[in-house]
């Protein structure tokens, strides 16, 4: 995920039983070009195994030269964005755009699939709108082009995130499909997690915004999965994976840039919790993270806490 599955986040999640943790999107015409922002997206963390990067891109070559850099970094595997519906994506004719341009995306395929070294997957919506479903053909190219997975969000790119994502379409799907399948979209409770799970036509799920502020949700479905236990975090926990985090991040960006993104999971981590509102207005106005584990700290030995 943009912006959120950064090295950090990735460990963190792994140390709650995450099999695998994907990379930030990264730029394919950026690696190829040797854009520095782009090449440090691509490190692994020593978490990272297997290191799955995902790339984005229109260019059939680019990417696969781009996938071929990216496996001399220490990738493991490589998925391609064909879902992002975000406007600066979509107009380079990468993420969702390929959805409306499935020749190209079966290019990107094919360029992949005549690299043996690089085993890749792809990640879909199901079609731009409504009306143009396309999951069952990029399933089909998916398979043919020997990709080793599809994931997919079932919305349309259009949907953005508004509505919800339809299960039922994409288990119909997956039930035809010679490629495992991997579903995406609105796993916000371990019993959701279970059910799809539990579906004889997928192979796996995979979590996104239901993370925030929660990267121990892995160990949640596992231990329902494993031990049929209802298993949550005590505050303690809770608090040394806040510190954990801070603390990741401050290696991965530095004191100063490290802050700001620390800021955003801060406000996810306490969210609903008595004193949160006060607490995320504080937390703004503090620039350090000393100050921030202080402001931690008293959150956490008011009675409120209890609550967390
Ligand atoms: C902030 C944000 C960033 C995302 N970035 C990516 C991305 O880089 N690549 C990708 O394939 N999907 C990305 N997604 C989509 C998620 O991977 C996921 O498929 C989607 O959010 C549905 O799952 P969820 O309801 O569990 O969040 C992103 C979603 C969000 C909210």
């Known amino acids: 995920m943009a912006g959120i599955s950064d090295r950090s986040f990735r460990r963190l999640c792994r140390s709650f039983g995450a099999d695998f943790a994907v990379s930030e999107m990264v730029s394919a015409k950026g690696l190829v070009y040797g854009d520095r922002k782009s090449r440090i997206l691509l490190a692994p963390d020593a978490s990272d195994k297997p290191h799955w990067v995902q790339l984005f891109g229109s260019e059939p070559e680019i990417i696969r030269e781009a996938a071929q850099i990216a496996m001399a970094a ?3 595997l490589i998925d391609i964005n ?5 406007r ?13 341009e499935p020749q190209r995306a079966a290019k990107i395929m094919q360029a992949l699939d005549r690299s043996p070294t690089v085993p890749y997957t792809i990640k879909v919506r199901t079609g731009w709108d409504h009306e ?8 089909e190219m998916a398979a043919k082009f ?11 790119a259009k949907m953005m995130f508004s509505g919800k994502a339809d299960w039922e379409q994409l288990f119909l799907a997956a039930e035809k ?3 495992p399948i991997i579903g995406s979209g609105d796993i916000t409770d371990t019993e959701t997690a279970k059910n799809y799970l539990a579906h004889p036509a997928l192979s796996g799920i995979m979590l996104g915004r ?12 596992k231990e329902l999965l494993e031990n049929g236990k209802n298993w949550l975090p005590d505050s303690g926990l809770k608090r040394e994976t806040i510190f954990k985090h801070g603390e990741l991040l401050k290696e991965e960006y530095g004191e100063k840039h490290s802050l700001l993104i620390y800021r955003k999971h801060l406000a996810w981590y306490i969210k609903g919790i008595p004193g949160a509102a006060a607490f995320r207005k504080k937390i703004f106005t503090l620039t350090d993270h000393t100050a921030i584990a202080d402001t931690v700290n008293e959150l956490f030995h008011k009675p409120a806490i209890n609550h967390f």
Request: charged share 15%; with cysteine.
């Open 74 to 76: 220490g990738a493991d």
């Open 82 to 86: 064909m879902g992002c519906p975000v």
């Open 88 to 100: 600066k994506v979509v107009k380079t004719g990468a993420g969702a755009a390929l959805l409306q």
């Open 132 to 139: 143009t479903f396309v999951l069952n053909n990029f399933i």
């Open 146 to 156: 020997n990709a080793k997975a599809l994931i997919c969000h079932p919305r349309s």
């Open 177 to 179: 499909a010679s490629l």
């Open 210 to 221: 239901g993370t925030y502020g929660r990267p121990w949700f892995f160990r949640e479905i």
